[in-house]
């Protein structure tokens, strides 16, 4: 069965340093979703692409958070510089097409520390 | 706004008996509904979701849920628990019109006992 990888699965960094988190979707998914989870909370969406394109970035902390999809294929999502508040589990979905009953497939994650 | 609210962080019970996760939502229009389990260090699996047509939705691992438009609820029931039901469970909701974008609720963590 496909699945949505991510890596690293861990990343310990201290504060003010850059990180990056890679996702690789579902082939063929032209939807990408970045979400943070902060640890007792759920999901909440950063960045949603649809192919290439940026469809909702609304949540996103642009004046250290960026993220990309060239190809539209795989996705990277970047911190610079880290804050300790950033620390949160990283999560990469995709979905087929993008609309509102599609279901969203989870990577396994990402685990950020910033000390 | 639109919001999801999960009544109980945590939730515990006895392996076999009836396992009940409540989720509630708040919309000026009607939703698309889901439940996801997470199990420890992993990413969300899909349980089932509610997109139109009969409002008792059936999903993996034997649980089920039910729409119910007047209470604004979609709870989550399993009828006999099993020890590897322990996980961390959210409801989320979209909305037509949109990108699909998922607002999670605050999860319920459930503990099964033996």
């Known amino acids: 069965e496909a699945e949505v990888a991510q890596s690293p699965r861990y990343k310990i960094t201290e504060k003010s340093q850059a990180v990056a988190f890679w996702c690789d979707p579902i082939?063929?998914?032209?939807?990408l979703y970045w979400y943070r989870q902060i640890l007792g909370q759920g999901p909440e969406l950063l960045v949603q692409?649809?192919?290439?394109?940026?469809?909702?970035d609304s949540q996103l902390p642009k004046d250290r958070f960026s993220a990309e999809r060239l190809k539209g294929v795989d996705s990277t999502l970047k911190i610079q510089p880290a804050e300790l508040g950033d620390s949160a589990m990283y999560l990469c979905?995709?979905?087929?097409?993008?609309?509102?009953?599609?279901?969203?497939?989870f990577g396994p994650g990402t685990r950020l520390t910033v000390l | 706004a639109q919001s999801v609210t999960q009544l109980g962080s945590h939730v515990s019970v006895s392996e076999g008996a009836l396992v009940l996760l409540r989720c509630n939502y708040s919309?000026?229009?009607?939703?698309?509904l889901f439940w996801y389990v997470q199990y420890p260090n992993q990413g969300l699996q899909l349980l089932l979701k509610?997109?139109?047509?009969?409002?008792l939705v059936k999903g993996i691992n034997g649980f089920e849920a039910e729409f119910k438009k007047s209470e604004t609820s979609f709870h989550l029931t399993k009828p006999s628990a099993h020890m590897s039901d322990a996980a961390e469970y959210f409801c989320a909701v979209s909305f037509s019109g949109g990108y699909n974008k998922l607002i999670f609720g605050a999860g319920t963590r459930l503990a099964v006992h033996p």
């Open positions: 919309s000026s229009v009607p939703p698309y």
């Open positions: 979905a995709s979905s087929f097409a993008g609309t509102s009953t599609d279901t969203q497939y």
């Open positions: 692409f649809q192919d290439e394109s940026v469809v909702d």
């Open positions: 082939s063929g998914h032209a939807t």
């Open positions: 509610y997109t139109t047509g009969a409002t």
